[in-house]
């Protein structure tokens, strides 16, 4: 069992009859009354978002999970096929236990959070940011540069990323994974 202390991004716990990720928290100590804690949590079996609060103190019956790196294979539709990097097994996921699998290409390492009671997947974590290349893009007007101006950039995973008016097809960038937001050109 833990309690509302040891709540921190990552956590899984079981609420509700289903097993929810802990996205955000935030502690609260008001001036008047107990200290609770909000909490934005997400369902690893249908993606669904609850925001939650638990006042402090609070008993959670947290989910025991091991990590393990993966590597994307490939998509066929609704699955997400990965390979074990230590034992060459494979798994497939559904698009509801990605956070964001549009940002996903072929390749790519990820950690994977399973379940020590029953070894099922529960949920996907990207690296921090990913390197995608820039597949279609308008070029960017000379003039058009007065305030942050950003112009919409397909990258090589079909994912659309807002980008600054300098980024032209063929460049590198960085993109933050977990919004979804452009982070920096990548040089090479």
Do not use: W
């Not at 006042?55 to 998509?75: I, M, P």
């Not at 990965?82 to 060459?88: I, K, L, P, S």
């Not at 097994?89 to 290409?105: F, R, V």
């Amino acid at each position: 069992m833990a309690t509302t202390s040891d709540i921190r991004n990552g956590l899984c716990i079981r609420y509700n009859n289903d097993i929810y990720k802990i996205t955000e928290f935030l502690h609260v100590k008001p001036g008047k009354g107990p200290a609770f804690v909000r909490t934005k949590m997400k369902s690893v079996t249908n993606g669904k978002v609850l925001e939650n609060t638990f006042s402090a103190g609070h008993k959670l019956d947290d989910v025991r999970v091991e990590t393990h790196k993966f590597q994307f294979l490939y998509h066929d539709g609704e699955y997400f096929h990965f390979m074990n990097t230590e034992d060459y097994s494979q798994i497939t996921l559904l698009e509801a236990a990605l956070d964001s699998p549009e940002l996903m290409k072929e390749g790519e390492v990820v950690t994977v959070l399973i379940n020590s009671e029953d070894n099922m997947p529960l949920s996907v974590d990207m690296p921090a940011s990913v390197i995608l290349e820039v597949t279609a893009t308008e070029p960017g007007i000379k003039g058009n540069t007065a305030t942050n101006a950003t112009k919409p950039a397909t990258v090589e995973t079909g994912a659309i990323v807002n980008v600054p008016l300098f980024i032209n097809e063929g460049d590198k960038i960085k993109v933050e994974t977990e919004k979804g937001t452009y982070k920096e050109r990548v040089k090479e």
